[in-house]
């Protein structure tokens, strides 16, 4: 009989720091002090505080481990499981405000006690290559349901009812677009998961996967009864290896079950589902172009309408929603569509999945209900700037969104709010940018992501972003004019006007975004050719502080040109501006601070 | 799968598996495990705990915990209830575990005998 279960996180984050070795020797510890029979250890999915990682949770207990390494297992074996003691250094803490206690109980945690699990709802708690810890926690039920008590057309009411929208970008109803495929007459349906997840920053989709991948296949099941499908295509990316091999798992174990396959809980009903690996192009996230993507051709979009929902794979209506789109909907349809739309906002309901990234304490994965706001999701759950840094601005949507500023920190986020300021919800990537970030510098990195990924199809996208990242790197570089910042922004119109796709068309929000909010950023680099950030090379001037200068010369030393020159222990040493590569290397050489930056 | 009851039948043996990660446990029982407690033979205490919970499907969670000072009195059991009441059992021993999971854990019926010292 088990009494305590170890939890492990398996995820990607915690996986590359090693926590499958934990697992191992968890175990062979375990097994040492004979406890095999009390003690169980599970692999579970992402627990959402990667940046503490590898976390291990202990049941009952419910005591949290953070940072935990191999040396520290055996003292966690023998105090804690072995004696009763938990390592205290090891858990996870936070300080009362009133108190000045420590506060170890892990729902109290501020990172947890203000988030509403729904698409996370198992990650973290159930092993996902075991389907019957799924089934334990309600899995299948919302599938017997429909199957058993419900009409497709009742299935579309409920998300319709519901208020979902989809979770991938673009904040279509679900219900909607499932009503759309189900209206179309053809024997022959697709139901598509998009899992291609291409956003920097952006992981909420490979978790889920990797964590609850049973509720993503039981919700695609669902789509296809409401729409009238028998086969479905999980489009997933390779770089997901361990999310890939879980969802191949599950998928097997779904049809042992008979949850997949033939006559499902004896309705009739058959549905199956087949995994296909993209190559990782960021506009294969594109629903066209995944299609032809899926269809063994070039991953290039095409003009819409016709909709996939009329004319998608192999030509035959087809409807993609998202991972985390699906993860709500056995939810919605156990809880109903009342208790979902009782969440959230007017317009947007339920919940969102948030990758917390960037300069911020707690980088990770949190889910909290629609129109929360951005201060409480940074400030509170995220913990702030890393090392007490002044916050400048939260980049939200990734390359297809904008950047928000400080005045937009009480905004409460749905999809609507965020439009209006700019930028968009997207996948849920959330960037946090400090004071030592430049906003040029952020514009620029996002450029140069969309041409390296612009499949190249239409010409605005494919010259235009091209002709920007250029335009940006000569702002950065101290070569740009007032000029070049008014062409950068009629260019970045033209583009968002004229461009196929949704990545085209999206390409712009950086730069307009941080054109409207950061102009002086832009400015500074134009005029005074200064980044106020200091993160422009090319802008940067060095010089030694002569009162600073010990005179201990390893700032010349360390000098790739030799730009510097002094007497060892009797002249300050001072620098050549001509001679001068703006490497930073003195900056780091010395060990006084005297060299100063500008 | 062919019928709801089927998958009922697969989620209550399954819920065995995962219950004790949820936080719907009838009681909790806490038992001292420190040398102290290993000492005075809290191992067999909670074997028996242990084998009792398996057999009766009792919504009980098992807890080890370290040495509360009162080494003298030990193998120390503590009861909780859903409520947060703490009943705290002294000297136990296998067959006085026994009386307790009959009495408190299944009739919710405290063993005041029990719960004070009496050497």
Redesign the interface.
Known sequence: ?????V?VCAGTGCTSSKSLELVKRFEEDIRMKDLQN?IKVVKTGCFGLCQKGPIVAI????VFYSHVSLGDVDEIVNE??????PVKRLEITDIDEETKEAIFEFEKIKFYAKQKRIALRNCG??NPEDV??Y????G??AL?KVL?EMTPQQVIEEMKKSGLRGRGGGGFPTGSKWQFAANQVNDEKYVICNADEGDPGAFMDRSILEGDPHSVIEAMVIAGYAIGAHHGYVYIRAEYPIAVERLKIAITQAEE???LGDN???SGYKFNIEIRLGAGAFVCGEETALIASIEGKRGMPVVKPPFPAVKGVWGKPTIINNVETFANIPAIINNGADWFSSIGTEKSKGTKVFALGGKIVNTGLVEVPMGTTLREVIYEIGGGCLNHKNFKAVQTGGPSGGCLTEDHLDTPIDFDNLVALGSMMGSGGMIILDEDNCMVDVARFYMDFIVDESCGKCTPCRVGTKRMLEMLNDITEGKGTLQTIADLEALALHVKDSSLCGLGQTASNPVLSTLKHFKHEYLAHVIDKKCPAKVCKSLLDYSINKDACKKCGLCAKGCPTTAITGVLGKEAYVIDAEKCIRCGACVQNCPFGAVDRA | MKSLDELNRIREEALRKVNLRQNNAQYRVLIGMATCGIAAGARPVMKTFLEAIDKDQLQVTIQQTGCIGMCIHEPIVEIIDQAGIKTTYMQVNASKAQEIIESHLKQGKILEAYTHVTK
Do not use: S, V
């Not at chain 1, 049941?59 to 419910?62: A, L, N």
């Not at chain 1, 089934?135 to 309600?138: F, P, Y």
């Open positions: 009989m088990e009494r305590t279960h939890l009390e049941h009952p207990d419910k804690h499981l072995y004696k009763g003691r708690t159930i019957t810890e089934i334990a926690l309600d299948y039920q017997a058993l079950y008979g949850m499902i809980f004896n």
